[in-house]
Each structure stands twice: as C-alpha cells, then as structure tokens.
C-alpha cells in the first residue's frame, strides 16, 4: 500500500495554464507538506498544513494555493503557470507533537512547463 | 539563520570501502536531525535521526551517524558501501517548535563504484 501517493506524475502544460496536483497519504498523520525540488536537486518547503490548517507559508507566488480538504488530503492548485514553476513537486507528511517524527515522502510530480 | 551545509556535491567511493557524507548545521537552540536518501524518480526515504542521546545513532541499511556537537556536524557513515547505495543523501534539520518545519541541506550525491 502506498504510503503517500500524488497524482500525476508527469504533468507537461502550456505556459499560462492552470493545473492542479492532488496528494492523499494513508499513514493517519495530522501534518502534510508540499515541496519544491528544483533542477539542481534543491529542496525548499513551500506550505504545511495541520489538521487541515495552513502552518507554513513560506515566500511563494500568490499562484500557489493549497487546499486541505481533510487531513489526508492536501492538493496544490497553480494558477498561470510560468517557465520558472518546472520542477519536481513533492508532497510529505508526518505526525507532530513533540515526538520528532519524520517526514513520509511521495514520489513526486514532475512538472514541466512549455 | 538557520542552515544546513552539505560541503560536497559528490562522494565517490569504491565497494567494500567506508563511506562518510558530510553534514554540518547552524541552529538556535537543540538541534534535531535527520538524514534521508532519494534514488532515481522517487521521493526522500527517511533513514535515521538524532534527537538526544547517544552520539551515534544507528538507522536503515546499515547506516550510522555521528553528532558532534562541539563541530556542529552530524556527518553519515556506513562501514562498507554498496553498488546499491549510490543515490542522492540530504541532511536536515528541524528549525521550529512544533515539528512542522525543516531545513534541507543541498544534498552530496554519493556513488559506490563496483
């Protein structure tokens, strides 16, 4: 059973296009992410949500949104996708609370923008 | 600010050998630390952390870590590499109160020659 799963994998789209990523995990957690890893294999949180509430929001163009339809779910919408949002965008989640648990990755969706 | 370093890119060892991927941070207050692997097309596998304790924390596949905290590292070994460990490694660290937010390093992409 996959832990943390994302659709699609591949996502290649016009440049002014909207799209969206949805990400579901199974593993019961209470906190899910969304990262950025750019072509240098960079890593850099973008949002966290906590029990469906937006935690994190690190400095990422208003086109970005989450929604945090219930905990086990986070999907990211981008609106008027620009050449510089091909990356590989990862979602991740885990369990807070003082108990320092790690995060629980899926594998990515790779977007690329024409 | 609180970072994480990775000071090599690459890392090539031969089978057999001992391998070591170095990590060094900068935090306020305890450090909570984290390595995780990613291979080709997939999403980062946690592989062990340091929260308090011993200094050498044992993790999956035979991996190992030392902190130091007098040199602020927390550099990753394992005693003899395989073909098979050859992927991406990135330290991290945990930069908030509540376990929602981590800092990556750049990642030291190791490769274990046959």
């Known amino acids: 059973d996959t832990a943390v799963s994302q659709t699609p994998k591949y996502l290649v789209t016009q440049m002014g296009n909207d799209k969206s990523i949805k990400c579901e995990q199974n593993?019961?957690?209470?906190?899910m992410y969304w990262y950025k890893q750019d072509s240098k294999k960079f890593l850099k949180i973008m949002f966290s949500y906590n029990n469906k509430e937006l935690i994190i929001n690190e400095t990422v163009p208003n086109r970005f949104s989450p929604k945090s339809p219930d905990k086990a779910h986070l999907n990211l919408h981008i609106n008027s996708l620009e050449l510089g949002d091909s990356a590989v965008y990862f979602c991740?989640?885990?369990?807070?609370?003082?108990?320092?648990?790690?995060?629980?990755f899926g594998d990515g969706t790779r977007l690329s923008i024409l | 600010a609180q970072s994480v370093a990775q000071p090599e890119d690459q890392v090539n060892v031969a089978e057999g050998n001992p391998l070591t991927v170095k990590c060094t941070y900068s935090?306020?207050?305890?450090?909570?630390l984290f390595w995780y692997v990613q291979y080709p097309n997939r999403g980062l596998q946690f592989l062990l952390k340091y929260i308090t304790g011993d200094n050498l924390v044992k993790g999956s596949y035979g991996f190992e870590a030392e902190f130091n905290k007098s040199q602020t590292s927390f550099h990753l070994k394992k005693p003899s590499a395989l073909v098979s460990d050859s992927a991406l490694y990135f330290c991290a660290v945990r930069v908030d109160n509540y376990g929602q937010n981590f800092v990556f390093g750049p990642g030291t992409r190791l490769s274990v020659l046959p």
């Open positions: 935090v306020s207050g305890n450090p909570y």
């Open positions: 991740a989640s885990s369990q807070v609370g003082g108990l320092n648990q790690p995060q629980h």
């Open positions: 593993l019961g957690h209470d906190t």
